[in-house]
Structure formats: C-alpha cells, structure tokens
C-alpha cells in the first residue's frame, strides 16, 4: 500500500477556459539531434508558480482507484501534491530539490528522505527537476548534455541515447513545436521500462503543457498504468505549500 500510494503521488507528480487541442506536426524529413533539441528548448515555459487541478486512474494487477490530484509547483524549488478521494485528502507529498516528504493515510505513515533511496525503490532514476519536468511536458533530462542518434519513427523525430548498455533512453517529438510525445526509459537487465506519453497538448496564456499523461511503469513483477487528466491549470497565483504529517503517524524507511 506504501508503493501504491508514493507512485501515484509521482505519476500525477492545470481557472482557465478550456483550450482547443493544437494541432501536431507529421515528421517528414531527417533533421539533427542539435536542432531537435534546439527547437523543443525553444517553447519557454516561464512562471514562477503553477497551480494544477487534475483527475488521476492509477491501475496495477491488483488494485483500481480514481482520484482527484491537487498539484502546486513553484518553479525550481517545491512540488506540493494532495491526493484525495471524495474530497477527503488520503495522501500528500512535499518535494524540494534535496528532499522528499510524504505520508498517506491507509496505513497512517510517512517517509522522509532523499531521491537515491526514493528512485531504488520505484525502479526508475528520480530527481526534483525530472518530477518537474515531467508534470510541464518536457523531456526528464535535460537533453542539452547527451549524446543521442536522431531518426523519424511513426512519423515523429526521435532521439536514442544507448550510451550506457543497460539503459537505452529514448524521446519522440512532433514536428511542428517539436513538444514531446513519448518518452521511454529501458532497463534490459533489470527487466525495467518506463514509459511516459503526452497524448495531447494546449496553450495556456501562451504556454503550452500537455492535458494529459499516460505512464506505464513495467517490471517482471507486474505493470503499474496511470492516467492523468488535467482540468484546470493558473499561473503566477501567490501560492501556500501547507505539509504537516498528522500525529500518531509511522515512521517509514527505504532501504
């Protein structure tokens, strides 16, 4: 129930009127690494905080649960997500870039750490800036420092970093704002893929962020699928990060 609980909290880890889908672009011709990266820099997404209303399927072999995520960002510096069910808060995670907290209340216990023990025990490699990135439609790394080989696949630009031979890291763009569609991460011999798909986009006071993320999350004891849709999205709003873990509750550690 723990791991329930934290990989909803990182799965769904947008006031405004509804906007029309933009329209994406058919990948045709072969272009650089360089200037694919270039181009999906170029869509700035400038705020100081961001505030997100959103509903979450989170589904794994053994469980289905929908909820309601509440997710307050303040750029580069804290990530603040209520989960709740019937508009009761079950469980709520503060996230700065040195620190995790959460805690839940099935089981009335929270954790306290740093991301090392936090990304070993879901399977996948975590940090604040990946979190983030993740939730604006950006891809996890930034892409500025690697090495990659760039290919059209599907009719999207794609971007494959086999550097390290247990882990092939892969990214795949539209061709008309060059914003992401998918991203995958493969672990062969830990038997591990993350993938991480932007179905749709919008433009919010001129910025543009998906409406929806679709993560699988697969290991060789099962497969975990979240789907998160976006309701409502404000920018630059004065925002509260109010965490407190209630009494009585446990202590938990990662090992």
């Known amino acids: 129930m723990h791991r329930y609980f934290l990989l909803l909290i990182v799965g769904v880890?947008?006031?405004c009127k509804s906007k029309a889908v933009l329209v994406e672009g058919?990948?045709?011709?072969?272009?650089?690494s360089d200037q694919i990266v270039a181009n999906h820099y170029s869509n700035k997404r400038n705020f100081s905080t961001l505030y997100i209303k959103s509903n979450a399927h989170y589904e794994d072999e053994k469980q289905s649960q929908r909820v309601n995520a509440?997710?307050?960002?303040k750029k580069d510096e804290l990530i603040l997500i209520s989960v709740r069910v019937l508009g009761i808060t079950m469980a709520k995670?503060?996230?700065?870039?040195?620190?995790?907290?959460?805690?839940?209340?099935?089981n009335n216990s929270f954790f306290v750490g740093d991301f090392t023990s936090l990304s070993r025990w879901l399977g996948s490699d975590l940090d604040f800036s990946k979190v983030q990135n993740?939730?604006?439609?950006?891809?996890?790394?930034?892409?500025?420092?690697?090495k990659y080989t760039?290919?059209?696949?599907?009719q999207m630009f794609s971007l494959k970093d086999s550097t390290d031979v247990n882990t092939t890291k892969e990214y795949f763009f539209e061709?008309?704002?060059?914003?992401?569609?998918?991203?995958?991460?493969?672990q062969k011999s830990q038997d591990r893929i993350l993938q991480i798909v932007y179905p749709n986009y919008a433009d919010f006071d001129q910025i543009l962020m998906p409406t929806n993320i679709i993560i699988d999350a697969i290991q060789s004891k099962g497969k975990t699928n979240i789907k998160i849709d976006y309701n409502s999205i404000t920018f630059n709003e004065d925002l509260s990060f109010p965490y407190q873990v209630p009494d009585g509750y446990e202590q938990i550690f990662i090992n």
């Open 13 to 15: 880890l947008f006031s």
């Open 26 to 32: 058919k990948a045709k011709n072969i272009v650089s």
């Open 175 to 186: 061709s008309e704002k060059y914003l992401i569609k998918k991203q995958q991460i493969t």
């Open 134 to 146: 993740m939730l604006v439609g950006e891809a996890l790394d930034d892409l500025s420092k690697g």
């Open 150 to 154: 760039a290919n059209i696949v599907n």
């Open 93 to 106: 995670a503060l996230i700065t870039p040195t620190e995790v907290r959460y805690y839940e209340k099935i």
């Open 70 to 73: 509440e997710i307050k960002i």
